[in-house]
């Protein structure tokens, strides 16, 4: 079984028809606790990763042989967890930072919530050391995410994207913003990290 640590109620059906397109018969657990990108945007990842290692302690008692945790804020803590829980960890942005890197060496990074982009920043590093990076926060976008404006949400992601120049790829930082690639009119490659991100963690399981 797959368990997978959301940080937000939304990935849970997008995760699911994933799986369901993808993946028939692959048993996923979503495991939902927002309170924890909560705390790591006031206080910073590492004040949340006890409480992350005892979430994922859970999932693994309840039977889980593998764990993708969706948020890229706590991607990190999760993965170093891995050891000690004695399964593997995958964050979920991990496959598609080492898809970026072997597309060229200047990448993008548009994320809607500014904690993020640290931690998307020092894994695109960690996967290719000579990459040149630059971030882009998207206006407003994170705003109409907490207000449940999808569309809204998906169109500002957009926005910013559309208007990045001079990259040879583009990263959407964060798992809810997938849907938006598809919004844009770049012609710069737009990767997103649900889709190769369960495929990894599946061979894992």
Do not use: K, N
Not at 39 to 46: D, E, L, M, T, Y
Not at 63 to 89: D, I, K, M, Q
């Amino acid at each position: 079984m797959l368990a997978l640590l959301h940080t937000s109620p939304v990935h849970v059906p997008v995760f699911d028809a994933l799986r369901d397109r993808d993946l028939p018969g692959l048993r996923l657990r979503h495991s939902v606790h927002e309170e924890l990108l909560a705390g790591a945007r006031a206080a910073g990842p590492a004040a949340v990763a006890d409480d992350v290692r005892r979430v994922l302690a859970r999932a693994v008692a309840d039977g889980a042989t593998a764990v993708l945790c969706t948020c890229s804020t706590l991607g990190g803590v999760a993965e170093a967890a891995s050891a000690a829980l004695g399964v593997p960890v995958l964050r979920v942005d991990r496959p598609m930072a080492a898809a970026a890197v072997a597309t060229g060496p200047r990448i993008t990074v548009v994320a809607a919530l500014e904690s993020t982009l640290e931690p998307t920043v020092a894994l695109l590093r960690e996967e290719g050391p000579d990459v040149r990076i630059r971030s882009v926060l998207a206006e407003g976008a994170w705003t109409l995410f907490e207000e449940g404006d999808r569309t809204g949400y998906l169109d500002a992601v957009a926005r910013a994207v559309d208007g990045v120049t001079d990259a040879d790829v583009i990263v959407l930082a964060q798992a809810s913003m997938a849907d938006a690639a598809g919004r844009t009119h770049t012609s710069v490659p737009v990767l997103s990290s649900p889709r190769p991100g369960l495929l990894a963690a599946a061979r894992l399981v």
